[in-house]
């Protein structure tokens, strides 16, 4: 029931992009809207799925330990969704202007280095190639934190002067890093 209850919330923000592309209703610059929000959300559900350990950990309770796999793809999806925004409807397919992004926008090409590493995941996040891949597919995994600190990275590089949202993801993602200390929860957990 929780796992349903979650797959349909995390469908939810796809659900609504669609439902305002189909009814016009994304204001004046459309594409800017959708990458915006395709990207806020990969990088909240890759969050959210690194915040279920810590979270299990503190509370005990650990039954949402069964989500992180799909939230992960969920955080996948979105970035997947995000980056074909962004080369059909930014760049037009126009494969020039793409590699003159990569190489000369860091924010751009900490963007694709991120869905890079996060590409291996998805495709091995399968019972099959769990059992195939065995103690180098928990290593393999560990690449995710790489892509917490690479979503954040993007985020901060491509706002030029606003920085408290982006400050804001950062400041998540080290206190979710933190929350892996043993020492550290065993503290927060005494008291
Ligand atoms: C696949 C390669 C990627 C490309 C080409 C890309 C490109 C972009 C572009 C063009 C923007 C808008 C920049 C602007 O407003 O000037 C953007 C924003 C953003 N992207 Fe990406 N991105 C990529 C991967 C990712 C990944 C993997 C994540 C998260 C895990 C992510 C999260 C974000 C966020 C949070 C924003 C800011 C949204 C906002 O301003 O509200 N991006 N990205």
Same mark, same amino acid.
């Given at each position: 029931?929780?796992?349903?209850?979650?797959?349909?919330?995390?469908?939810?923000?796809?659900?609504?992009?669609?439902?305002?592309?189909?009814?016009?209703?994304?204001?004046?610059?459309?594409?800017? +809207? %959708?990458?915006?929000?395709?990207?806020?959300? *990969? /990088?909240?559900? $890759? !969050? =959210?799925? &690194?915040?279920?350990?810590?979270?299990?950990?503190?509370?005990?309770?650990?039954?949402?330990?069964?989500?992180?796999? +799909? %939230?992960?793809?969920?955080?996948?999806?979105? *970035? /997947?969704?995000? $980056? !074909? =925004?962004? &080369?059909?409807?930014?760049?037009?397919?126009?494969?020039?202007?793409?590699?003159?992004?990569?190489?000369?926008?860091?924010?751009?090409?900490?963007?694709?280095?991120?869905?890079? /590493?996060?590409?291996? !995941?998805?495709?091995?996040?399968?019972?099959?190639?769990?059992?195939?891949?065995?103690?180098?597919?928990?290593?393999?995994?560990?690449?995710?934190?790489?892509?917490?600190?690479?979503?954040?990275?993007?985020?901060?590089? !491509?706002?030029?002067?606003?920085?408290?949202?982006?400050?804001?993801?950062?400041?998540?993602?080290?206190?979710?890093?933190?929350?892996?200390?043993?020492?550290?929860?065993?503290?927060?957990?005494?008291?």
């Amino acid at each position: 029931m929780l796992k349903v209850a979650i797959f349909l919330l995390s469908l939810t923000p796809a659900g609504w992009l669609a439902w305002l592309t189909l009814n016009d209703q994304l204001g004046a610059n459309p594409v800017e +809207m %959708l990458t915006h929000q395709s990207g806020l959300w *990969a /990088l909240r559900l $890759l !969050l =959210i799925t &690194l915040a279920i350990t810590p979270l299990c950990t503190l509370s005990g309770w650990h039954a949402p330990r069964r989500l992180r796999r +799909m %939230l992960g793809l969920y955080a996948f999806f979105y *970035a /997947l969704l995000h $980056l !074909l =925004i962004y &080369l059909i409807l930014d760049r037009g397919l126009y494969f020039a202007d793409i590699w003159e992004d990569i190489i000369e926008r860091p924010y751009i090409t900490v963007g694709f280095a991120t869905f890079l /590493l996060l590409l291996p !995941l998805a495709i091995t996040s399968n019972n099959y190639m769990m059992k195939r891949m065995g103690r180098a597919w928990k290593t393999l995994h560990q690449l995710v934190y790489l892509c917490g600190l690479g979503g954040v990275l993007h985020y901060m590089w !491509l706002v030029k002067a606003d920085l408290l949202n982006p400050g804001g993801y950062l400041f998540i993602f080290l206190l979710l890093m933190l929350l892996r200390f043993k020492p550290f929860t065993t503290l927060i957990r005494r008291r």
